[in-house]
């Protein structure tokens, strides 16, 4: 999945309030996005596990070292 940074080059002015008002809705809705699509996120984050999971070590055609090889 490819990311793009958020950029706020001149974010608008707001008041302590609603600064605090924005940040309250933003968690909300990070909260309720979650909730809704979790069974989603959750196998999305499991195949992502697996892509990047390590290669098996006894796999017939692994080119590892062999500890029973004198130099």
């Not at 809705?29 to 809704?36: D, P, Q, S």
Request: proline residues 8%; charged residues 25%.
């Amino acid at each position: 999945m490819k990311t793009f940074p958020l950029l706020l080059n001149e974010p608008p002015p707001l008041s302590d309030e609603a600064a605090t008002q924005l940040l309250d809705f933003l968690h909300e809705l990070i909260n309720g996005f979650e909730n809704y699509y979790a069974p989603q996120l959750l196998r999305a984050a499991q195949e992502q596990a697996l892509d990047r999971s390590q290669p098996d070590l006894f796999a017939e055609d692994h080119q590892g070292l062999d500890d029973d090889v004198s130099s």
